[in-house]
């Protein structure tokens, strides 16, 4: 029985690491990359608590015209007032709590569509891969922003969900391409003849099998897109095609500068919005851009 237990000890030690693992081996050499993936996690963490429990966003947006462009500091202002007397630190994490679950909810769907369809062009090839990569050659080729910025304008009336959705309808198309192309070369391998030998059915093959050896870069491209689409996000508020006007966003706060004098003497009403954004997109990229390095490691070694 020792000696069982002993043997058991050392296939287990011995087992090669999944590539999961080995990404996560290689992530953690990285110190500024640790730094920046803890360092994200609890800023995010710290303004979804703050938006939650310690906010109101009632108070927040309500309109005190005679506390117009207070100053930091000043009269239980933290970080000053905007032009309509409305607390720009409630603002400030309200807007970044909105941008940050609409970022998050846009990369869910689009990796949701964007790996299904990818998975399903690179296992089954022929004419499925031919016309659905005609349908993305074509989204491919169309001015995204521009057209995103038409149907808002065209919907008489929009929220959250609605932005979403607009948004989210053209975002899959690079997720689909690139699990398509990993699908391809993974659908050749030994282990998926073997399995089609086997009779197994075609849609276990592909998310137990196929979708399980292609996690790696599938976080790599999770976190860049989330990235990206909270960039999309603030930008499209940012030229006022976002959220309405009602509902606090980083990029509406940061349009206060487009005034010369908002720009150059109420620092206060723009400035900590574009830091904060700077920060996120910095955090997460980098934190996106070592998982790719990782994932390339992990390539490396088999």
Partial sequence: MKTDTMQEQVDVETSPPTGLQVVWREFKKDK??????????????????????????????????????????????VLGADEAGRDILGQLVIGAKNSILIAFTITIITSIIGIFLGIVMGYYGGWIDNALMRIIDFFMTLPTLMIIIVFVSIVPEYGVWELILIISLFQWVGTARLVRSKALSEGRRDYINASKTMGT?????????????????????????????????????????????????????????????????????????????????LGINYVGQALRRSADAQQRLG
């Fill in 32 to 77: 500024l990359a640790m730094f920046a993936l803890f360092g994200t996690i609890l800023g995010i963490a710290s303004i979804l608590f703050a938006a939650y429990f310690l906010i109101d966003e009632k108070e927040t947006m309500t309109i005190k015209i005679i506390e117009r462009f207070t100053e930091p500091g000043m009269n239980g202002y």
């Fill in 201 to 281: 059915r075609d849609g276990v093959i592909m998310f137990k099998g196929l979708l399980p050896n292609l996690s790696s870069i599938l976080i790599v491209e999770v976190t860049l897109s989330f990235a990206g689409n909270v960039g999309i996000e603030t930008g499209l508020s940012f030229l006022g095609f976002g959220l309405p006007p009602s509902t606090p966003s980083l990029g509406t706060l940061v349009s206060y500068a487009t005034n010369p004098q908002i720009l150059s003497g109420r620092w206060w009403v723009w400035l900590p919005a574009a830091l904060l954004i700077l920060m996120l997109m």
